[in-house]
């Protein structure tokens, strides 16, 4: 079946260090978001991807990088330049079709020890 | 600017019917997508509204006035597994020439036994 896989599901970081976060799709889609969810408030972009080897800034995405050299493949970088790191981030992907909606990866809890 | 409404939480009772409402703000409107999101886990699509009207499927509905930049998810015959956050989410065309989407902070669902 099609999807899109996340890993790790729990990470934590320690202060200063850098870390990865996977996303992978096998759905065929063109366009790959990332999310970023904290309690109390809506889902925040973080980047965008509508093509390989294109990717844009979302709303909040300084801290952050990303990469998109395949088109399965989005991976996000929470770098030591993010000073609030701890959230749930959600990877997701949306069909060409304007009427579905995003389909969202299982997700990644990132927590800063 | 962009701005999306919804109840923080809301309690009802297994086999009942309960409403939840979105209200909008946004120019550019170009759809409204609802989303089931159970505690820990990613966001699943529910409905996609862009014209005005009812949309119906199963036992969720979905209603949309563009008018009045409001919708509301429809649940009847409430089960326990429907006890999760709801989210409301409005695409919009931006003036940079990109569709963009905007999330609701979600409404908590606690049905009863």
């Known amino acids: 079946d099609g999807g899109i896989t996340q890993s790790p599901k729990y990470l934590f970081r320690k202060e200063g260090q850098n870390v990865t976060l996977s996303c992978e799709q096998n759905?065929?889609?063109?366009?790959m978001y990332w999310y970023r969810q904290d309690p109390g408030q809506g889902l925040r972009l973080i980047y965008y991807?509508?093509?390989?080897?294109?990717?844009q800034k979302g709303d909040i995405a300084e801290g952050y990088s990303v990469s998109r050299e395949k088109k399965e493949s989005f991976p996000l970088t929470v770098t030591s330049a993010q000073k609030n790191p701890t959230a749930f981030y959600l990877c997701?992907?949306?069909?060409?079709?304007?009427?579905?909606?995003?389909?969202f990866g299982s997700g990644t809890r990132l927590t800063v020890v | 600017g962009q701005n999306i409404d919804q109840p923080t939480e809301m309690t009802a009772t297994e086999g009942a019917i309960v409403q939840i409402n979105c209200t909008y703000q946004t120019s550019g409107f170009n759809g409204l997508f609802w989303y089931q999101q159970h505690a820990g886990e990613a966001p699943t699509f529910l409905s996609y509204n862009v014209l005005d009207g009812l949309e119906e499927k199963g036992r969720f509905s979905s209603f949309l006035s563009r008018s009045k930049g409001y919708s509301y998810l429809l649940l009847k015959e409430l089960q326990m597994k429907d006890s999760a956050s709801y989210l409301c989410?409005?695409?919009?065309?931006?003036?940079?020439?990109?569709?963009?989407?905007?999330f609701g902070t979600g409404t908590r669902l606690k049905v009863l036994a």
């Open positions: 989410a409005v695409r919009f065309y931006s003036p940079s020439g990109t569709y963009k989407y905007i």
């Open positions: 991807s509508q093509i390989v080897n294109d990717f």
């Open positions: 759905l065929n889609h063109d366009a």
């Open positions: 997701a992907s949306r069909s060409r079709d304007r009427g579905y909606g995003y389909t």
